[in-house]
């Protein structure tokens, strides 16, 4: 059973071949390349998925999360996030299948459309497709919450683990 954490979310990737926590000074030593949380390697796909978690009970200021993300401010840290992770992955021979992005944004109050429309302005600073290239940039790039995440991909693959088992 592969389980990774991030702060309070506790992650199940069992069903893949392997799951790394990705965002680990271990592996980049003194790079300042930004990276998503975790990647995970299935059959056929790798699936990147980063965390933003201001429903953490300990998390310092949620407020100031909310209009970093409402103000449009937390987008293109994201698709750096993603860039720099692909780049590190096709620079190390790792990056040879369709890449899925999850952005995991744990936030109960936010509206289901105020996802949507960061999910597009995601998209836009991202393109997914070119007209020059011959590969998509990313297969999928959704921006979920944990009540989404968990309807995805099943009631068990993530938990809080200040709720208890």
Known sequence: MTLLSEDDLEFDFSDAIEAVRFDDDALHGQSTMKRVDFI???EDRLVFVEVKDP????ATNPEAFRQKLVSGNLI???AGKYRDSLWFR???GKAGKPVHYIVLLSMAALDPALLLAKQDQLHRCLPLNHKDWSLPFAQACVILNLDQYKKQFGPHTVRRISAGA
């Open 55 to 58: 429903d953490n009970p300990v």
């Open 76 to 78: 293109p840290e994201l």
């Open 40 to 42: 995970a390697e299935y």
């Open 90 to 92: 096709a620079l190390s």
